[in-house]
């Protein structure tokens, strides 16, 4: 059985006690909208969303992307905020860190964004699939003594 909602195409195995999250026409879509707005870069595939380079910012000599393209990095990492959220956990840390660069971007964070569309590109057929063996017992964990101590 499957249901499409808000981009994700749910898909429940009663068989496998599992629910499949889908979301592999958002992620091209986003893809292709960006293509279509730049033509000059081309998304080369890559194997991992993030390196090492790409939590770093430079303060000096570095030139801002102009208005359109800031709108189009700011509209675009918005989008994969949705899908990283919902079905790639994968991507969640190199899209939160470029939500930071939303307000001021740079060719660096440019970069940084090509990276990561090249990796869903090269990934978008990977799903998130839950399961569990049984529901009769649930087990929940919660921080609840969160700094409650000074010297916390």
Known sequence: MSHD??????????????????MEKYISDCIITFEQEEKEYTI??????????????RSNGVDKLSMKRANLF??????????????????L???????TRVKNPDV???KKLLRLL??????????LTLSCKTL???TWYIDGSYAIHDEM
Do not use: C
């Open 5 to 22: 909602y808000l981009g994700m195409i749910m898909t429940h195995d009663r068989a496998k006690q599992s629910v499949t999250i889908n």
């Open 44 to 57: 080369k595939p890559a194997i991992t969303p993030a390196n090492t380079y790409s939590f770093k910012t």
């Open 118 to 127: 090249g990796y869903l590109k090269n990934t978008v057929q990977l799903f």
């Open 74 to 91: 700011h509209s675009t990492i918005a989008k994969l905020l949705f899908v990283a959220k919902r079905e790639r956990p994968d991507i």
């Open 108 to 110: 660096d964070d440019w």
């Open 136 to 138: 009769t017992d649930l």
């Open 93 to 99: 840390l190199a899209v939160s860190f470029l939500t």
